[in-house]
């Protein structure tokens, strides 16, 4: 029992210790795996014809531009309902590269029959510093019938 006691009172001065931070090194990325990376298999838009087009994974990023998706990765994306029951959708990005990348990102949402429940959002831009992240955030206006959501990424338009 007094071994427990000592065991616990360790355990707790050391989480009640000030903690160090800790440097992380700079970013690498590995572009390859990020573009080998399969798609999750859930609901997705295809074409009306057969093989027309790639399918668009729903609940995902969609990078709209070859050269960006070279220079950044998705490190998270995100969603939540609010208290208002609209869907607020978060992505993370992370630039790869040693010079300041800007892109613009924007969000559809759908119901269940991938019907979109209004317009897409504006596209809104996002400045990643080098080797730095970003977030790019979206709001439904939609609420109990938003199903699924798109993220459409592409190079910052002037």
Known sequence: MRTYLLAAIAAGALLA???????????KCDMGDAKRSLSAGGPALVANV????????????????KKLANRVVVEGMFARRTDTNSVEVITRFVNCTKKTVELDARSSFMDENQVPTEDSTYWKKVILAP???GVYRGLSIGRDEVKYYLVEVRTSQP
Not at 52 to 62: E, F, K, S, Y
């Open 50 to 65: 057969p093989s027309a087009m790639t399918p668009i994974d729903l609940n995902a990023v969609q990078m709209t531009d």
């Open 17 to 27: 210790a000030p903690s160090q931070a800790r440097e992380n090194r700079p970013v």
């Open 131 to 133: 080797k730095a992240t």
